[in-house]
């Protein structure tokens, strides 16, 4: 493990354990790896955003991706926060991230060599696959941060919207801290680091879920198309699984939504763009 991974393992994780401590939950020795997973896990998947073809929809595609990964946050410690809440806070987050001059620079050239074939989404692949990790996994900490600052010393409960919103925007305040994180997981990041394997074991379950409900041909196809994803998911073949996903259409997205598949969810999302 390299000095910046180190980093970025040590400070998301103690974010994670020192979140389960304010709700009181650190006797569940496991729930701090399951936190930081999530936020990884999320990271990884998060790389997806950069197939979309269409200029300037990476950045949108990359907000569905970290709601999707608070609300999953939220849900493994039972927080009743709501999704429009959540929703409102990580576009805050994300807007802030890539307000960051680096990264909007490489969010900008890149989205422009998109209107270039080949060679062009070639480089733009390379250009912001480590970038869109790194800001997710800043994402991650950020939220477990400002949410450990919060429930230290109050119930879930009695927390206010302007209470989040307020305790986010503290964390962020500590530039240097964000920008460390964001530092060492964006130079960290190796092609291992984007593994859809969980992604393709939701597919596969969104897979034999659609199948049971399927009737017209529209929804027949997608249950092909999603299956098509999990194998491609298999490989990590992530061009294919990403297309095969925006083939897949609203229909599988209604589904992974009411089966609670949040992975993906979040990976319908990026690749709908929605």
């Given amino acids: 493990m390299n000095g910046n991974q180190s980093v970025k393992e040590g400070q998301l994780t103690q974010a994670a354990f020192d979140l389960v401590r304010a709700i009181n939950q650190a006797t569940d020795e496991n729930l701090p790896g399951k936190l930081a997973g999530i936020v990884k896990i999320h990271a990884g998947i998060g790389v997806g955003c950069i197939f979309i073809p269409v200029p300037g929809a990476d950045l949108f595609a990359a907000f569905g991706n970290t709601w999707t990964m608070y609300v999953r946050i939220n849900r493994e410690l039972d927080l009743p926060f709501t999704k429009n809440l959540v929703k409102s806070i990580a576009t805050g987050i ?17 989205s422009a060599l998109k209107f270039l074939p080949g ?8 250009l912001m696959s480590a970038t869109v990790y790194g800001a997710t996994i800043a994402a991650g900490y950020i939220y477990m941060k400002a949410l450990a600052a919060l429930l230290k010393n109050r119930g879930a409960g009695q927390v206010k919207e302007e209470d989040l919103k307020a305790a986010v925007a503290k964390v962020m305040d500590d530039k240097e801290t964000i920008q460390s994180i964001f ?5 960290s990041y190796t092609e291992a680091d ?24 529209e929804q027949i196809d997608a249950v092909g198309e999603i299956a098509a994803a999990e194998m491609a998911a298999q490989r990590n073949d992530k061009p294919k699984t990403f297309k095969r996903l925006k ?3 609203e229909w599988a997205l209604e589904n992974a939504d009411k089966l609670e598949l949040n992975l993906a969810a979040a990976a319908l999302r990026m690749a709908l763009n929605q």
């Fill in 94 to 110: 994300v807007s802030n991230l890539a307000s960051n001059a680096a990264v909007l620079a490489v969010f900008g050239l890149g």
């Fill in 119 to 126: 060679a062009g989404t070639v480089a733009s692949y390379a």
């Fill in 183 to 187: 530092k060492a997981a964006k130079e």
């Fill in 194 to 217: 984007s593994d859809l394997s969980s992604l393709a074991q939701e597919l596969a379950e969104l897979k034999q879920k659609m199948q049971q409900n399927a009737v017209t041909s």
């Fill in 247 to 249: 083939n897949s259409g």
